[in-house]
């Protein structure tokens, strides 16, 4: 008898959690999802999207494997962060990350930072910040 499952389990409460983040996300969260939204950057963006019942990505696009996440001050120096940029690196996702201030401040180079990420041929690993 074949009990393996043709796709995967995920935890209800995760799911529920990304449901309700999805429906209550940040003003910063709100102005990058207008920009990157229905393919404006060519590829298919998903949001608040749960990754191995572990994390909740802020954005990710699964066809070009990157992931970018919105971080307020609470993230600075953050171990957790750290452990789990590792852990997305590990399954072969780069992972961007920008801070509030940049996308309140500098989103058109938010944007631009994000083409560059995507039409580049060979991508960098690893997290990527801009400066503002």
């Known amino acids: 008898m074949n009990t393996k499952k043709n796709h995967r389990f995920y935890a209800p409460y995760i799911k529920n959690i990304a449901r309700s983040m ?17 393919g404006k950057l060519g590829v298919k963006f ?22 970018i996440e919105i971080d307020g001050g609470q993230h600075a120096g953050s171990f957790s962060d750290i ?8 399954q ?14 500098n989103i058109e180079g938010c944007y631009q930072f994000l083409i560059n990420e995507i039409t580049s041929p060979s991508p960098l690993a690893g997290e990527g910040r801009i400066s503002s």
Do not use: G, H, M, P
């Open 22 to 38: 999805r429906t209550e996300q940040t003003e910063q969260e709100y102005k990058l999802w207008q920009l990157i939204r229905n």
């Open 92 to 105: 072969n996702f780069r992972v961007i990350r920008f801070w509030n201030n940049e996308i309140d401040n």
């Open 46 to 67: 998903r949001r608040q999207f749960s990754i191995d019942n572990r994390y909740i990505a802020d954005f990710i696009c699964l066809e070009k494997r990157l992931i």
């Open 83 to 90: 452990q789990r940029t590792f852990y997305l690196e590990k």
